[in-house]
């Protein structure tokens, strides 16, 4: 078994600190493709919040493997980075007051600036991953590894039991559908 799993299945908690890096590493770069010019202030409470998440349930009979493990964190940081943009729009739809804005003014999250062009960018590659998951399931798989976990091919190919070579194809394909979904 290997030093992450080991980590995080309790074994040798004293490498809980660069297991942490490494998901700190990767998720610098959460939606690089399509969100650029998101502001990665909040990158460290995703971290913090898909670690507690992955600490509090973890699977089971624990990680089989270091890409089980970074599958589950991709998938921590996608839900913690959704729940934290779910609450940015919430926000956003109340006056300091309490009372709602309008619906026109909900909507137009576009003319709030760049921090609510990056949350709805987030609820939008969320729905449009959930939606690809219900016609191509690997093909989801494979995105949400890559955009919210910035994953490479090698370590997702573990994970989902296949080749380098079909995730790249995968990914190309997935990309490829997310692009016209999404615009």
């Given amino acids: 078994m290997g030093e992450i799993t080991e980590c995080v299945n309790g074994r040798r908690p004293e ?79 109340r006056t300091p007051g309490g009372k709602a804005v309008g619906a026109e003014e909900a909507s137009d999250l576009r003319s709030i600036g760049s921090r609510a062009e990056s949350v709805q960018r987030i609820l939008d590659v969320d729905a449009a991953v959930a939606e690809l998951a219900k016609a191509e399931p690997r093909w989801a798989a494979v995105a949400e590894m890559k955009l919210f976990g910035n994953l490479p091919n090698e370590l997702i190919a573990e994970r989902l039991g296949a080749s380098r070579r079909t995730i790249e194809r995968d990914w190309e394909s997935a990309s490829q559908w997310l692009r016209d979904r999404l615009g």
């Fill in 15 to 93: 490498t809980w600190p660069r297991v942490y890096v490494e998901m700190r590493r990767l998720s610098s770069s959460i939606l690089q493709h399509e969100c650029s010019n998101a502001r990665r202030e909040g990158i460290t409470a995703v971290v913090h919040e898909a670690w507690a998440r992955l600490q509090s349930s973890p699977p089971p009979m624990g990680w089989d493997s270091r890409a089980h493990f970074f599958g589950s964190a991709c998938r921590a940081m996608r839900q913690a980075l959704v729940d934290e943009a779910r609450k940015s729009v919430a926000a956003k739809r």
